[in-house]
């Protein structure tokens, strides 16, 4: 869309250097002498320059005007669609956790047995209810924004003071993953929104691929970037694998390298590590 920005080129004024220099021509051609004449085409020359002069500015205020509003109509449009995208994987991000919780709660139900096993059911299939509306509600709320012309609503945007409730959800699905933020002095928008979608995505990938397990969350900053480490234990009994469409971890990628850092993913023991570089000088 960044090829869609209104441009500004306006004649104008290559139009008022021609009238002036068809004058000059003019003038140069008659010559110069005291008679009526040369001084009477000489009072034309110079009215007829003051009002190219006053025209084109007249008209290079309008054009400025035409061309602000275009421009206000661009960048709204592109807020707009860069909103959506946002949404979009706020969509994939909400889809991934509430399916991945049932996946867990549902294998409990299967696999319980025996009087305290069905406690452990009951309570399964009520997570399964409970996170199967809110996941529907939820979709449809984003869809319905999606579908809708206009801008879209902003909500703030996810800081670290929203990591705890990220890991706490993760916990509810399942894991038993422990937080750990060092100082990180004062950290971007930009930096923070990532960090959060970088925990968000490991504990969910971890869901969907190993299950109930333990995962361990570092963060730290070195120097003028942060590094974000997401750990698991690997599978601490038998699961079988839910993977998803294999773009969370792409889009992840994407996100991180468009703000110049790094994303390097694999197995390291029975584990799997995600760990993200993010750069972001302290205190800009």
């Known amino acids: 869309m960044e090829n869609d920005r209104p441009t500004w080129r306006s004649r104008v004024w290559l139009a008022v250097g021609i009238v002036i220099l068809g004058l000059a021509l003019l003038l140069m051609t008659i010559g110069v002498d005291d008679s009526t004449a040369t001084w009477s085409v000489a009072l034309v020359a110079a009215g007829v320059t003051a009002a190219t002069v006053g025209w084109a500015l007249a008209q290079t205020r309008g054009q400025r005007r035409q061309y602000e509003a275009q421009l206000a109509e661009w960048a709204a449009e592109r807020a707009r669609q860069t909103e959506r995208l946002r949404i979009a994987g706020d969509l994939h991000d909400l889809v991934s956790h509430g399916l991945g919780l049932i996946t867990v709660r549902a294998t409990t139900a299967r696999t319980a047995a025996g009087s305290e ?8 299939l009520a997570d399964i209810e409970r996170v199967s509306r809110e996941t529907t509600t939820e979709l ?4 319905t924004v999606l579908r809708t012309p206009g801008t879209a609503p902003l909500r703030p945007a996810d800081t670290l003071d929203d990591l705890p ?9 399942g894991l038993d993953a422990a937080l750990g933020i060092d100082e990180l002095g004062e950290a971007s928008p930009g930096a923070q929104l990532t960090i959060c979608a970088v925990v968000r ?5 971890t869901l969907r691929h190993v299950g109930p397990t333990q995962a361990r969350i570092d963060i730290h900053r070195e120097r003028e970037a942060i590094v974000v480490n997401v750990q698991d234990a690997g599978p601490a009994g038998p699961w ?12 992840l990628r994407e996100r991180v390298t468009t ?10 023991g029975r584990g799997f590590t995600v760990t993200a570089r993010i750069p972001d000088r302290e205190g800009s």
Do not use: K
């Open 117 to 124: 096993g069905e406690a452990d059911r009951t309570e399964a």
């Open 140 to 143: 449809r709320r984003m869809l």
């Open 165 to 173: 409730e990220i890991v706490q959800a993760a916990n509810a699905a």
């Open 201 to 205: 995505e490991a504990l969910n990938n």
């Open 240 to 251: 079988h694998p839910h993977p998803g469409a294999g773009h969370g971890l792409d889009g």
């Open 259 to 268: 703000l110049g850092g790094e994303l390097h993913t694999g197995t390291e």
